[in-house]
């Protein structure tokens, strides 16, 4: 790739915030104030804290692997081509299903304007709208997530400073929870659906300049920015709320509308829609390059899925990922859905975790297998049969394939 098509530092930087800061410190803060009340607040550090080890494990796979493919790559040269196979297709569903869940989340969001708003038929024209988008290569998408991603920092810190001045200390009291440490568990798991992207960025290596060095370092930045967010954005949101805040599905847009009235709640919703946008536009553009990539990559992945139009966009990669995303769409709802992305992104911590072992990379490697398994025991009983099911028929295609490629 030519040089001045490579990613620059601050590029690869709005791409990774754009990537991670979507709905889940917006929709799913009630949830985990629920769970671990004040003690929602230790969650989030300690899930960034977690991601920020689990990246270290990307990064260190990086130096080795420069190339695109993240998580397939380091598992098809750990373990071989099933287990690259079940990874790197994992990876392109926890990107689809990210898709989903964010256009669910956006839905959930314009509801706040509009309670009547028929979500399914428009939360399945905007994904059939933007696979149209992405037919005709990745340059508008580009434009619009630039476009998100300025509009992103600007929301939050409207929010910031102009509600931090009205918390009230009283409202941090509620140490206690009803769920106990299974409670706080399901906060913490909950709270890695806030950092859904990071693992994008090495699929991307290639388009990067100097991807050695410049992707371990902004996976550390970018991590390290949006814990930040997410804990000024909580805890702004508990001090305005308090005890009350469970009872809403977009927390920091009533705090937002408490403090500056009628106005707030319309002019906050369009921030934080247009925040999930970011993340549904660069899911959009992830998809697709995930899936070409295995069929270039695979053998087990027809490479006709990787066959690219006249714009440069692999139109059957685009095609599966959108008619998959408008199925998961369909069928599961907002909090469902951000449990499977986060299932599907234990697949990969955990392999990643095993070939960090494998490459003599000891310490981290041991605590992103320990921390990947602390995450699978926070999730519910759907969550958990439905991503096993997932892997199971996947399993099933793989032979299905080895055995007719056989005949």
């Known amino acids: 790739m030519k040089n001045d098509k490579l990613m620059s530092p601050f590029a690869v930087f709005l791409l990774g915030i754009n990537s991670i800061i979507g709905s889940g410190i917006f929709l799913l803060a009630g949830k985990i104030y629920k769970d671990a009340g004040t003690l929602s607040l230790l969650a989030i550090i300690l899930a960034s804290l977690s991601i920020l080890v689990i990246s270290f494990s990307y990064a260190n796979m990086a130096r080795i692997y420069p190339e695109n493919g993240g998580a397939f790559v380091y598992a098809k040269d750990t373990f071989g081509l099933f287990a690259g196979y079940i990874v790197g297709m994992g990876v392109w569903i926890q990107s689809t299903v990210t898709l989903a869940a964010e256009v669910a989340a956006l839905m959930t969001a314009g509801q706040m304007l509009d309670n009547k708003l028929p979500v399914k038929e428009l939360g399945l024209g905007l994904i059939l709208a933007l696979g149209l988008v992405s037919y005709f290569g990745s340059g508008i998408i580009s434009k619009l997530d630039n476009l998100t991603s300025i509009v992103k920092i600007a929301i939050v810190l409207l929010f910031v400073f102009g509600t931090i001045w009205f918390t009230h200390k009283v409202n941090f009291s509620n140490v206690a929870f009803t769920g106990g440490i299974n409670g706080f568990l399901a906060a913490y798991g909950a709270v890695f659906f806030f950092f859904p992207g990071f693992a994008f960025l090495p699929v991307n290596a290639e388009k990067m300049r100097n991807p050695r060095r410049t992707l371990p370092i902004m996976l550390v930045a970018v991590i390290l920015t949006c814990m930040g967010v997410y804990v000024a954005i909580h805890a702004i949101t508990i001090g305005v709320l308090g005890?009350?805040?469970?009872?809403?599905?977009?927390?920091?847009?009533?705090?937002?509308?408490?403090?500056?009235?009628?106005?707030?709640?319309?002019?906050?919703?369009?921030?934080?829609?247009?925040?999930?946008?970011?993340?549904?536009?660069t899911a959009t553009f992830n998809a697709p390059v995930i899936l070409a990539s295995l069929a270039k990559d695979h053998e087990d992945v027809p490479s006709i899925v990787a066959q690219e139009n006249k714009f440069g966009a692999a139109t059957l990669a685009i095609l599966l990922t959108i008619f998959t995303a408008a199925i998961l769409f369909s069928i599961g709802n907002f909090v469902f859905l951000s449990g499977l992305t986060v299932f599907m992104s234990f697949v990969q911590y955990l392999s990643t975790g095993i070939s960090n072992i494998k490459e003599k990379f000891f310490k981290v490697g041991l605590a992103t297998i320990l921390l990947s398994i602390i995450l699978l025991f926070s999730f519910n009983l759907q969550v958990l049969e439905f991503g096993f099911g997932i892997l199971i028929i996947l399993s099933f295609i793989y032979f299905v394939i080895k055995l007719l490629q056989a005949i």
């Not at 369009?270 to 536009?281: E, K, M, P």
């Open 243 to 281: 005890s009350t805040l469970p009872n809403y599905a977009v927390p920091a847009a009533i705090a937002f509308e408490k403090l500056f009235g009628n106005l707030g709640l319309p002019v906050i919703i369009v921030g934080i829609c247009i925040s999930i946008l970011g993340v549904i536009i």
